[in-house]
């Protein structure tokens, strides 16, 4: 098995352990690669209906900052399994810039870049306990495996891992 497909494991298990986290819906999560992106995590957008510049309130404020979490959330696993090379940058170049694109509505522009690593900092500290460090390992391996999960068997194996 390639160190790719294992990185690639970790990172959306990431994504999927945040998204369970912040109570968003998880449909299906993959690592099969569609030509564009090379695995994915599905599930309703939180965001859906929002225009950010419009929707500057408290509340779509903090729906923003809770999907950005789940988006840098792949990135932040790779690192707290010791990824860090440039093939984790670019599996999470996506990723950065729709979390960039978003702060850029609800945060000044000066402070968008400090904002990111605060929220990435975040990120990594949830998913380094052991707890969820645990799911993601459960949930890549069973990736490794099966490739595509149900989001039913996704979230099965996170709150078994979480206990929850």
Known sequence: MSANIKNIAIH???HAVMRFIEGFDITEVSIISDGKHDGHVE???PLFGVDPREDFDQKHKSKAFACARTWIAGLAAEKCFNIDNEESVELARDDLNK???LLRYYTDIDETSEIAIRIF???RSILS???CYGAIDQLSNALLKKKKLSGADAKTIIYGALNV
């Open 12 to 14: 959306e298990a990431g």
């Open 43 to 45: 599930g309703k957008n």
């Open 99 to 101: 979390v960039f694109d």
């Open 121 to 123: 900092e975040d990120v």
């Open 129 to 131: 306990k052991p707890s």
